[in-house]
């Protein structure tokens, strides 16, 4: 069992910048798959970054490409997403995810969440 908790959200004003942390309790961190979803008030869980086991492969979903950075630190079992030049469109919750196999966009192949922290942007 994986407990994930994330941290790090808040108000920022477009263009601004937040750091999210997920904070995961598992003596084998470093096996998982990490991930970043979020989700905005009617709309489904989407997919916003993931990276690998030793951080070699990293994934973004086209609107965050050049503005969000995913990065993990295995030896304190924290994965990070580093958030630049945000827009109102990024606001959501924002919920991190594990699963041991590779790499997936589908939020329904991740066995482990995060409670979720919300991201709210003003323009």
């Known amino acids: 069992q994986v407990q994930l908790v994330e941290s790090g959200g808040g108000l920022v004003q477009a263009g601004g910048s937040l750091r999210l942390s997920c904070a995961a309790s598992?003596?084998?961190?470093?096996?998982?798959?990490m991930g970043w979803f979020r989700q905005a008030p009617g709309k489904g869980r989407e997919f916003v970054a993931s990276i690998s086991w030793n951080g070699g492969s990293t994934s973004y979903v086209d609107s965050v490409k050049g503005r969000f950075t995913i990065s993990r630190d295995n030896a304190k079992n924290i994965m990070y997403l580093q958030m630049n030049n945000l827009k109102p469109e990024d606001t959501a919750v924002y919920y991190c995810a594990a699963r041991l196999r590779g790499s997936n966009l589908r939020p329904d192949v991740y066995p482990y969440w995060g409670q979720g922290t919300q991201v709210t942007v003003s323009s």
């Open positions: 598992t003596r084998t961190f470093s096996s998982y798959t």
